[in-house]
C-alpha cells in the first residue's frame, strides 16, 4: 500500500511539475492544482496510513493520526485561497497584457494569439 | 460472507471506474466526457455506501451526499460553460 | 446467513450490476443521446438498490437508526434530470451527429426556431418526413 | 391564518426541511425534534427571496400517488433499458420527440421533465420556447430523445395521461 | 581635555550655522563663519607649550565599544602640525572665498561644506582611534564630493567630482579592511595601544596585507602614481577649493596616514620598496607632466601630484632624518601651493581664463599679484631664501644616504634630480607664461589687481615662505621636531635647519637642477613636440569610459541572468529543490524502514490507477482546455475517495468541496483565458522539463514510501487523549482545528479573508473582454438560465442550508465543521448565480460580503480574546454540558463560536470572488439581441 | 499585561477587520485613522514587547492554554521583539507615506496593509514550524495583494511571477514540514530539536532533504541567489508605500533561516549541526556580487533600490552563515539599518520620480525637481546610509559585518566582496543622485510637490540612521544579548510559560 501512495505521489508531482513549467498560465494553475495534490497526499502520508475508521474518538481502537489530517485541512483551505487568488491574476494578466503568457509577453516562439484583439 | 460479497460489489464497482475512465478517455465530444465524469461521480457514491456496510461505519455518509450535491454542481457548471462560456451572468 | 443479510447481499450485488451496465453502457451505445440513456437511469436504479441495501444494513442488522442514506436517493432522483437535460443541451448545441438511425433529426435544427417562440409548421408534418 | 401564512410561506418546503433535518440526524429525540422545528421555520425564511412564486400543491393525495407511480415506472424501465443496452446497437430506434404542453408553471412542467428524464428510455431535452425574459412566450413543447422509439403517438398520449394530467390536478394549473 | 573635542567640534557647528545662515550678507557671513575656526584655532594655540614640552593631550569617551570605535582625541606634534595647517590655511581660504565666489554662488553652501569638511579633516589628524579615523577620512571623502561637485550643473564637476569620490571611496574600503585587520591582530583600535605593537604585526602572517591595505587607502587618498589621475579633474572645484583641499590639507591626509602609521608599518623591506618606489615614480609622473599642461590650475595640480610623490618617497626612505624631511616639505609645500591656487584664482577671476597659452604678460595689469607669485613659484621650484629651497635641499641630502635598491641605490639621487629639473621648468613657465610672454590674448575686459583682501592670504602665505626660508629654525624649529617626534615615535636625530651646509653634493644637485630646468623651459619646444606625439584622451574620458563599459558589462550580465522568464525561474527552483531533497537520498542505503506496510487490494490498485492515468491525462490534454479542467476533476475525485479509504473523512469531505468551488473558478477563468493554447515548447524544452519532472516524481515518491516506512512516535497520542476530555469533541481532528491548534485556523481563515480582498482588488478596473465563441467558434447558446435548472436550484437552497447546519454542528464530534458548512452554503449560492444570473440574485442577497469576512475573523478572534477574561491565554477553549428538561443534554462550547467565524469567513470570501467575478461580464452582453 | 506577547498579531488582524465593517469602509478618512490608531497601539505593543524582552527572558505564549509542544507557542524574546519593532516602524512610516493619497488609489490598501503585518509579526513570534507556514501564507497573500495596488501591466506582470513563485515555494514548505512531522513527530521547533539528536540515520538523512527543502523555502522568501529573480521585477513595481514596506520581507526568509535552523540544526544535532552553512556562505557572497552588478545596471532608481535590497540579503546570508554570536549580532545591527533605509529609498524614489515628468525615475537628465533642495538632501543621507558611509548607520553596519569574519579564509572572502560591493554601490547611487538632481535640462519644474506627511515619512525612516549611531551603543548591546539569547535553546518542556 505504501508503495502504491508513493507511486501516486511521484506521479502527481511529476504531472504538477511538468505543467508548472508550462509556459501559459492556465497549464501552470493546473500544474499548481496537481502538485497541491501530490503535496497533500504527502503530508497527510506523514501520519502513516491508517486504514479503516477515522480520528472520531469511540468508532475504533486503532486512529489515524489526526494532526497531519488538520495540517492537511489548512493547507487545502490555503491552497484553495491561493488557487482562487492565481486564477484571478492570470485573468487580469491576460486582461492587461493581452495575452496568457506567463511572462505577458508573448516571445518570439509563440505564434500569434487569435484572441488576443478580442 | 456478507462482507465478502460487498467486497466483491466493490470491486464491481471499481471495475466501472475504470470503464468511465475509458469513456472518458475516449470522447470522443465533449458532452460524452461530462457524461463519463459524471457517472464517475455516481459511481463513487455507489462506491461510498458499499464502503460504508464494509467498515459497518456511517462516517462516509456524508461524503456520498457531497460526492453528490458537488459532482452535480460542477456537472451542471461546466454545461453551463459550454453553453453560454459565462457561468455566472 | 439470516434471510435478512441474504437480501442485502442481492440488493447489493444488483445494485453494483446496475452501477456497472451504467458504465458499460457508456463504453457500448454508438452515440451521445443513446448514451446518456444508460447511466442516468441504470445508475439512479442501482444506487437506490445501494441505498436500500444500506438503510437494511445498519437499521436491521446493525440495529442503530440510519435514514440518511435515503436523502442521497432523494438528491440523486432530485439532480440526475437536470444534470441529463444540461447535458443533452450542451450535445444539441454543439450539434452533436445522432446516429444514423435515429428519428425526426430535424427537431435538432428546428430547435432554435422553436426556441425563440416561433411556430414549426405542424407536428405531423415533421413526422411525415422522417 | 395570515400569522400561518407569514410563519410558513412555504409550508411544503417547511416540511421537507423538518423531515430532511430529522433524517440527516437519524433521531427522533426531543431536542432534534425541537431544532428541525426551528430550522424549518428559519430556513424558509431566509430563502424566500430566493424563490420564484409557484403553484402550491394542492391535492396532496393525489401527489403521493404520483410520487409511487413514478417509482414503479423507474424501476420497470430500467429493466426494459437492460434489454436496449445488452443488445446490439442495431436493435435500437432511437429519436427525438416534440411534446405539445398544456400547462405552462415551472414547477409542474419541472417536475414533468424531471418525471420523463427518469422513467423509461426517455430523456428531456428541451422546454421550447426559452423563457428568455419576461416578454417570452409560455413554454409549448417539450423536446425529448427517446432510446427506442416505437409509436410516437403512443408516447406522446401516454406522457401526457399519466404525468402531465395528475401534474395539473395536484397544483390546479 | 575637552578642549579638543571643541577643536574638532567648532567646525562642524560652523557648517551647521551656515546652512541656516543662508540669507545672510556676504561678508557677515564669512566672517560669522570664520569666527569658528579662529576660536578652534584660538583653543589649539594654547595647547602648544604643552605639546611642545613632549607631552600628548588626550580626550576619549566611550562609543561604540562594541566595534572597537570610541570618541578618541589625540594631540600631540604631528596633529598639532597638522591642526595648524588646517586652521590657518582654512581661515585665509575663507577670507579668499569670500571675494572668489560670485553672487549666483551660495555662499552659505559653499561654507558649509568647507567646514564640514574642515571638521573633517581636523578629526583625521586629532584621531586617537584608528576606526573613528577611518570614519573622519570618509567623511573628508564626502565633502571633497560635495565641493568638487560645487558648480553641478557643469558636467566637469560632476564627473570629477565623482571619479575623486570613487578613487578615494576606493582606498578608503582598502583601508578600513587595512584598519579592521590590524585592529584584529593587535587586539585595539587605540592609536596608543596599536603603536605599541609593532614587533608583534610585523612579525604577523598577515602584515604585508595589512601594508597593502593602508597604503593603498593612503596613495589614492595622496594621488600617488598609479591613482593620480582624479587630482587633475578635480580642478573642476572653485579654486578656493583646490587651495585648501588639493594643497594644503586632504591630499595630505595619506600623508598624514603614512606619518601616523611610520613606526608601526615602517622599517621593513616592504614598506620602504613600496613607498619609495610609489614616491618616485609619483614624483617623476607629476613633474613631468605638469611642464605640459596649459590650465594653470593643472599644472599646479601635477606640481602637486610631484611634491606629494617626494613627500611619499622621503618617508620610504631608510634614512634617519628622512621622515623629518618630509614633514618639513609637507609644511612648505601647503604654504606656497595654496597660495599659488589663490593665484590661479584671481587670474581666473580677473581674465575669465586660465590657459596659459592665452593669458600673458599680467605683470603689467596686477604687479603685485605677480611678485607674490613668483616668489612662491621660486619656493616650488627650489630657490634659496625660500622655504623650498630648505625642504628640497634635505630631500636631496637624504636621497644620498638611503640603500633601498642595493646597488642600484645611485638611481634615485639621479632620478631626483631629474624631477627637480622639471620642477624648475614648470615653475619658470608658470612665472613666465602668465606674467611675461607677450599680451594676453582674447580676453573679455582689462585685467586689474584684485580687491585689496582678496590678496591678503596670498600675501600672508608668501611672507611666510620667506621667513621660514631665511629664519627657518626660529619659525618652525620646535615645530618641526615636536612632530617629527610624534611620526618617528622616538628621540629625533639630530638636524640642523641652516641655510648654509657649505659646499656639499646636495647643493650640486640643486644648482644642477636651476640651470637644467632653465635649459629645458627655454628647449621646451622641443619637449612640447614630443609629447604632442601621445594624443591621449584626458583621464576623465577615460574613466568614464571605463565605468561605462563596466556598466554595459553589468547590464549584460544582469539581463543574461535575469532574463525575466518564469519558466527560467521555476525551472531553477525545482532544480535546487531536486537537488537538495535527491542528495541525502542518494546516501540512504535503503529506503524502506521497519514500518510494517498495509497490504495492497486490486481496489486500490484500480483507484490509483485511475488517479495517475487521469494525472496523466491532464498534462497531455492541456492545450484543449476544458478536457483538462475535467481530467483533473477526475484526480480530486481519486484524491477524496483515497482519503476517505485512509480513515480522513473530514479531508475527503473538505477537499470534495475545494474542488467543486475551484473547477467553478477555473472555468471563470477559462472564459476569460484563450480556450485552447498553441504549442509553445520547444522539443528540447520539453525533453528538459520532461527529465525534470520524472526526476522530481522520482525523488519525491521516494521520499514519500522512505517517510512512510520509517514512521516515528508523534505528538498524537496527546491529542487523541484530551480531545474529548480537554477540548470537549470527539472529532479530533477538529478539535486539533477550532482548539489545539485553532491559532492555525484562524490563520487560514484570514488568509481566504484576504485572498478574496485581494481579488476583489483586481476585479475593480479589469479590462473587459467577451469572447463570443467558445473554442470550437460556436456562437454560445441562446438560453442564459434553463428553466429545469433555475427551479431546481431553487428548490436545493433551503435543503443545502440545512445540510450546512447539520454540518457545522456535527463537525465538533464527527466529520464536518464551520468550513465544509461555509463552503455547501457558498456553493448552494453558487449554484442560484449559474442557473439564474447575477441580476437575479444581487437584489435579492442583501448581505455585503466583505462585511461577513470581517465578521467571521472578528467572530473567530473575539473568541480567542474572550478568554483573557478568564485570565486564559488567547483562544482557551471552554466548553460545558446542560440537563435540559425534555430536550435531555446539550454541550455548549465556545469552539462553536469559532467555528461560526470559520463559516462566516468561508462564505463571505467565496462569494466575493464569484459573485464579483460574476459582475464582470454580465452587463458587456452584447449577445442577446444580435442573436435574437 | 501577559497577553501583550500576541498583540503584535492580534492588534493588526483586528484593527484590519474592523477597517472592513461598513461604517468604517465608507469613509475614507475614518479608515486612515483607524489604521493609524492601530498601528500606534502596535507601536506601543511593540515598544512593550523590546522592553519585556530586555529583562532577558523569553517569554513563551501558549496558546489555547495547551502545553508545549502539542499546542501552538509564541515565543517572545529579544530578536523577535526587535524585529516586531521594526517592522512595525517601517509601517507606521508607510502608513504615514499612503494617506497622502496612495491608499486611494486601489480597494482594501489600509486592510491589508495590516493583515501584512499580522503576517509578518506571527512569522517573527511563532515557535511552530506549521503556524510559521500559515502566517507565512498571510503575508504573502497580503502582500500579493498589495503588490497590485494601484493597478498596471508592470505591477500584474511582476506579480504573477512572485504569486507563482511563491506558491510553489509553499509546495516546497509543506513537502519539508510533512517529512519533519514525520521524522521527528513533533512541530514545535525547540521540541524538535530536542528529537533531532535522538535520530537514526536513516532518518537523519531524510531530515536532511527536509533541511535543504526548508533551506529552498526560506532562500525564496529571503531572495538568495539563485531563487532571488521575483523581487527586482517586483520591489522595483510595486507602489512606493508597499515597496517600502516589503523591505522588510526578506529580512522574514532571513529571520526564518536563524530561527529554524539556529535552533533546529544546533550543535546538538548530531550530523546534521550547522546545516546549510557552507550553502549559505557561498549563496550569500555569490547574491551580493550579482546585487551589486545589479545596482550597477539599473536604469531606474526604483529597481536600483531594489537590487539594493538584495546587496543587504546578500551581506545578512553570508554574515548569518558565519554563525558566530558577533556575527548574528552584527546582522541583526545590519538588518535594522537596512531595511529602514531601504524603505526610505523606496519612498523616496517615489517622491523624486512625481517630480521628473515623464522621464519618472529613469536614470537620465530631466527636468529639475521642483524641491530639489529638501529631496536632494534626503536622497544624499540615504545614499550616504546606504552605501555605509559615515556618520550614519551603514559604516557602523559596514564594520562591525567586517569584524564577524574572524578566519582568515572568511576575511578574504568576505571582506573583498564587503567591500567590493560597497564600492560599486558608491559607484551607482553616486552616479544615480548626480543624474537626478544635477543632470536636469532647461524645462520648467512642475509635477507633484511632496506632500509634508509624505517627506516627514522619509525623514523619520531617514532619521533612524543617524539614531542608530548615536544611541548605538545600547542598540549593539541588545543586538549582541539578542544572539546570545538565540543560540541558548531553551528546554521548551521545563519552561511553564503563561
Ligand atoms: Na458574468
Ligand atoms: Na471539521
Redesign the pocket.
Known sequence: MELVIAIVIGVLTSCGVLLVLRAHTFAVVLGLTLLSYAVNLFIFASGGLTAGKGAVLGQTDIYADPLPQALVLTAIVIGFAMTAFLVILAIRARAELGNDHVDGDSGSRQHPDKESRL | MLNQIVLVAMLVIGFALLLNLWALLRGPSMPDRLLALDTMYINSIALLLCYGIYSVSNLHFEAALLVAMLGFVSTVAVCKFMLRGDIIE | MSLLEWSIAILVMAGALFVLLGSFALIKLPDFYTRLHGPTKATTLGLGSLVLASMLFFNFVQQQLSLQQFLIALFLFISAPVTAYMLIKVALHQKLVPMLNTRHQDLMKQRDNLAKGNDLPTVEKLADSD | MRLLNTLLPTPARSLLLFVVWLLLNNSIAPIHLLVAALLALVIPQLTVSFRDPQPPIRRWGLAVRYIARVLIDIVLANLQVIQLVLGPNKNLRPGFVLVPLSMTEALPLTILAGTVSLTPGTVSAEILPYQLDATSSAPKYLLLHVLDLQNEAELVASIKQRYEQPLKEIFQC | MSTLLWIVVLPLLASLFATTARHWQRSKLAFAVAAFPALALLLLLPCGPAIFSGEVLRFQAQWLPLIGLNVSLHLDGLSFLFSLLILCIGLLVILYARYYLSAQDSMARFYAFLMLFMFAMLGVVLSGNLLQMWFFWELTSISSFLLISFWSSQSDARKGARMALTVTAAGGLALLAGIVLLGQITGSYELTVVLSKTEQLQQHAAYPVVLLLVLLGAFTKSAQFPFHFWLPNAMAAPTPVSAYLHSATMVKAGIFLLARLYPLLSGTDLWFLTVTLTGLATLLVGAYFALFQHDIKALLAYSTISHLGLIVLLLGLDTDLAAVAAIFHLINHAIFKASLFMTAGIIDHETGSRDMRKINGLWKYMPVTATLAMVASASMAGVPLLNGFLSKEMFFTQTLHQEILGSLSWLIPLLATVAAIFAVAYSARFIHDVFFNGEPIGLTHTPHEPPRYMRVPMEILVAFCVLVGVFPQWFIGDLLTQASAAVLGTEVPEYSLALWHGLNIPLLMSVLAMAGGIVLYINRKHLFLFQAGFTEQAAIYRFDQLLQRFEQGCRRVTARVDNGSYQRFAGVMLLLVLLFSGAPLLELSSLKGNRPALETDPLLMAGAAILCIAAIATVLTIRQRLLSLVMISVVGLMVSLAFVRFSAP?LALTQLSVEVVTVVLLMLGLYFLPHKSVKQSSPGHLVRDLTLATAMGVVIGSLAFAMLTNQTDTIAGYFLQNAKTGGGGT?V??VI?VDFRGFDTLGEITVLGIAALGIFKMLTGIPRFMAGADGEGRRWALDPHPLLLAVVSQALLPLALLVSVYIFFR?HNMP??G??AGLITAVAMILQYVAQGVDWVKPRLKVEYSTLIALGILCAAGTGVASWLFDKPFLTSWFDYFELPLIGTIELASAMVFDLGVYLTVVGSTLLILANLGKVTTRYRPMHKEQL | MQHAVIFPILLPLLTAALLLLPPLQASLTKRRWLSGLGLFLLLLSALFGLWQSGAGVQTFYLLGNWPAPFGIVLLQDKVSALFVLLSTVLACCCWLYSVAGEDERGAYFQPLLQFLLMGIHGAFLTADLFNLFVFFEVLLISSYGLLLHGGGKGRTKAALHYVLLNLLGSAVFLLALALLYAMLGSLNMQDMAQRISQLGPQQALIVKAAAGLLLVVFGLKAAILPLHFWLPAAYANASPAVAAMFAVMTKVGVYCVLRVFGSLFASNAGELAGFGQDLLWFAGLATMVLAAIGVIAAQNLKKLVAYLVLVSVGSLIAVLSLGSTAAIAAMLYYSLHSTLMAGALFLLADLIAAQRGTVQDRLVSGRPLQQAWLLGVLFFIAALAVVGMPPLSGFVAKIWLLQAATESQHRIALWSVLLLCSLMVLIAVSRAGSTLFWRVNQQQVSGNRAQPVQWSAVVLLLACSPLLVVFGNPVMQFCLEAAMQLQLLPNVRATGGL
Open positions: 473530514d472529532n481532528v477538529n482545528l463537525g464536518g465543521g468550513f465544509v
